[in-house]
């Protein structure tokens, strides 16, 4: 079965930083290239980094991210994780991490983070 699930979200003041992560299992993680979206309140959900299987061949951020998040994985420990820092109120959003196999879309429940004074 597989499973994505996220945690390291919470509350953090404006220029702060917060690292989350993804525990990955029920398929082979090191396969894959994985993602992480989120979606901010009442908006649609949009991509905010991407890496490939091994995290050699590529990694892509959203505009609005570069500078400021890295996206990591770890494939022996079916990880993936994102550093975010010089958070700004912008960034608050549901935190999900995501990958795709053979035209199917896998999604964790995500993971709140709120960037506020």
């Known amino acids: 079965q597989v499973q994505l699930v996220e945690s390291g979200g919470g509350l953090v003041q404006p220029g702060g930083a917060l690292r989350l992560s993804c525990a990955a299992s029920?398929?082979?993680?090191?396969?894959?290239?994985t993602r992480w979206y989120r979606q901010p309140p009442g908006q649609e959900r949009e991509l905010v980094a991407s890496i490939s299987r091994s995290g050699g061949t590529f990694i892509n951020y959203a505009d609005s991210m570069k500078g400021r998040f890295t996206i990591s994985r770890d494939n022996a420990n079916n990880m993936v994780y994102l550093q975010m820092n010089s958070l700004k109120p912008e960034d608050t959003a549901v935190y999900y991490c995501?990958?795709?196999?053979?035209?199917?879309?896998?999604w964790g429940r995500g993971t709140q983070v709120t960037v506020s004074s």
């Open positions: 029920g398929f082979i993680f090191s396969a894959y290239a």
């Open positions: 995501s990958f795709s196999n053979s035209g199917n879309d896998y």
